[in-house]
């Protein structure tokens, strides 16, 4: 079973820096795209970025290029999305979903999300 | 705003036919395939229809998608409160070399 598992719910101020995780399992991590998906309160999704872990080949929508990294480990099947300074206007629930092929684009798993509050 | 467009809000009773619609743009739905997702209350994203039409598995057949030119549109048939959900269209646009979601229709069953 295809199973992607996210860290817990972070509270953080702002100027912090935060690495939330997303882990794979139930099927090759190496072999398909993990994206990562935003939705701020009460908002509709938004699409932030993809890596593919077999190469580590990174694509990032363009208004966040800088702000975040998205990074993976294979030896634990793990992908990374990370800030160097939040701001508040990063408080949002971050999903991580898998990319089911190139040609589609189409998120087929998903995982339970991590809540991220920035507050001072 | 978002780069794909849907209505806000979807309405229907119980066994009623209802439709979604999702407009774009050449570079967005004009080019490349359309997904839908489904979102209920306090989880994650599912995913719905793929690839304009297709149903992964587990999803039944009173959902389905379609595609025209720059638009798409999803209809749930036999209409059920458990569909009570937020329902977001994405696509890949070439000019953003992104995928671009929907805002979202909240589809409410009275």
């Known amino acids: 079973e295809v199973q992607l598992v996210q860290s817990g719910a972070e509270v953080k101020k702002p100027g912090q820096s935060l690495k939330i995780s997303c882990r794979g399992s139930g099927y090759s991590f190496t072999n398909y795209w993990i994206g990562w998906v935003r939705q701020m309160p009460g908002k509709g999704l938004e699409w932030m970025g993809i890596?593919?872990?077999?190469?580590?080949?990174?694509r990032y929508r363009s208004s966040l290029q800088g702000q975040v990294t998205i990074s993976a480990d294979t030896s634990i099947s793990t992908a990374y999305l990370q800030w160097s300074s939040l701001q508040a206007s990063d408080t949002a629930m971050y999903y991580c979903?898998?990319?089911?092929?190139?040609?589609?684009?189409?998120?087929?798993?998903w995982g339970q999300g991590t809540l991220v509050t920035v507050s001072s | 705003q978002s780069v794909l467009t849907q209505p806000p809000s979807a309405s229907g009773t119980p066994g009623q036919r209802v439709t979604i619609s999702c407009s774009g743009s050449?570079?967005?739905?004009?080019?490349?395939?359309v997904n839908w997702y489904q979102q209920l209350p306090g989880t994650a994203p599912k995913l719905l229809i793929y690839s304009n039409n297709h149903r992964p598995s587990g999803v039944p057949d009173r959902f389905s998608g379609s595609k025209s030119g720059t638009s798409a549109s999803l209809a749930i048939s036999g209409l059920q409160s458990d569909d009570e959900a937020d329902y977001y269209c994405?696509?890949?646009?070439?000019?953003?070399?992104?995928?671009?979601f929907g805002g979202g229709t909240h589809l409410t069953v009275l």
């Open positions: 979903a898998r990319l089911l092929n190139t040609v589609t684009n189409a998120l087929d798993y």
């Open positions: 050449s570079s967005n739905i004009g080019s490349d395939p």
């Open positions: 890596i593919y872990p077999g190469d580590s080949d990174t």
């Open positions: 994405a696509a890949w646009d070439d000019s953003l070399n992104a995928a671009v």
